[in-house]
């Protein structure tokens, strides 16, 4: 937990209808540079919201292939600092010696997951099987998994400015929720709630508030959940690389609306 508020309070002025105007205060998202350390040495650094900083260490070492087991990660330390946020990983020798062979180096913006990559092969990895899931979801639950994420979503509900992702389980609800400035840090830290808790991602389905871009179904793919659901539409290569990875892509779901992308059976009437 870094001790920097998530959310700073800033003048604006606003213009109602055009012809009033009057003075006031805008809540605002803080976002700071969160260095992503192993063994002392920066391997990505991101702009993010301050917080849940150790969900977000373990999700980005498990979405971008580091480790598999919440096990291989002996400590992680958040040292903060004047310009940014340090979250030292410490793994175990045997992940770091595979980490030093990878040889990744990432710095970007908001919005960008796939920044300062070093090839294209990189870009393109290949994704492990898709861990065997029975889940179906009806109708209502689609809608009713984009309706409580948005109910959920304390921060934006005070900004209107950040991306949530959630975990959905039929018949439960919302499981777990993270929010971030950064679609793909979001998605990260729900990750990492999820590996820490031990919640059968592949009994869920992943919920977010952005595009689908491949990078987020790439994450998807990492956590093991069959099920992504996006507010906003997904790419080509998003569609692609689902149907490759066996994961059912539905956007656009507003309201009772929604549109599936790929393997629809997964989807009933109910």
Known sequence: MSARSTIQVVPAQKIRAISAKAEGVRHVPEEVPIAISYGGSSH?????????????AVGFSLTEGIITRLEQIQSIDVVEGDLGIDVQVLL??????????????????????????????????????????????????????TAELQRLQVLHRETR??????????????MALREDVGR?????????????????????????????????????????????????????????????????LIGIARGEDFEIFTHPYRIVRG
């Open 44 to 56: 990505a650094v991101l702009m993010g919201t301050p917080d849940d900083l150790v969900d977000f």
């Open 92 to 145: 175990a020798d045997d992940v770091s010696n595979i980490l030093r062979q990878r040889k990744r180096s990432m710095a970007g913006p908001v919005g960008c997951g796939l920044c300062g990559i070093e090839s294209i092969d990189q870009a393109m990895r290949t994704l492990p099987e898709l861990v065997a899931s029975n889940l179906k979801m009806t109708f209502k639950d689609v809608t009713d998994a």
């Open 161 to 174: 400015a950040v991306h949530a992702a959630g975990l959905f389980v039929p018949g439960a609800g919302i």
């Open 184 to 248: 793909h840090n979001a998605l990260d830290k729900l990750c990492g709630f999820a590996l820490g808790a031990e919640i059968k991602a592949e009994n869920a389905a992943v919920v977010v508030t952005s595009r689908i871009s491949v990078e987020m179904v790439q994450k998807t793919v990492m956590l093991g959940s069959p099920i992504l659901i996006a507010v906003s539409a997904p790419t080509a290569l998003a569609i692609r690389t689902a149907e490759a990875a066996g994961v059912t």
